[in-house]
């Protein structure tokens, strides 16, 4: 079975940093783009930041430039989210995800979520 799982999600202080992982199992990453995204309370899910296959390319929002970085370990089957300087506006929940074709038939992977609360 297919499956991205979340880790790394904590309470920090505004300024500090944290590492998310998206872990996939059932299937290897390394054919495929990774994307992260949040949800906070109240508000639509987010796109944050995506790697794609080869990690050559990389995207942000404006609101984490800077602050945020994305990376992948094929090996591991992993992508990471470095977060660093992280502010209250940042809590949310983070979700990887990833989609993509078979011949005609679309899929689409999340993960469970990982919770990012931070405080001021």
């Known amino acids: 079975q297919l499956q991205l799982v979340e880790s790394g999600g904590g309470f920090v202080q505004s300024g500090g940093s944290l590492r998310l992982s998206c872990v996939a199992s059932?299937?290897?990453?390394?054919?495929?783009?990774i994307g992260w995204f949040r949800q906070a309370p109240g508000k639509e899910r987010e796109g944050v930041s995506c790697i794609s296959s080869s990690g050559g390319s990389t995207y942000y929002a404006d609101s984490v430039k800077g602050r945020f970085t994305i990376s992948r370990d094929n090996a591991k089957n992993t992508v990471y989210l470095q977060m660093n300087s992280l502010k209250p506006e940042d809590t949310a929940v983070y979700y990887c995800?990833?989609?993509?074709?078979?011949?005609?038939?679309?899929?689409?992977?999340w993960g469970q979520g990982t919770k990012v609360t931070v405080s001021s």
């Open positions: 059932g299937f290897t990453l390394d054919h495929y783009a």
């Open positions: 995800n990833t989609h993509f074709f078979r011949g005609p038939t679309p899929y689409e992977y």
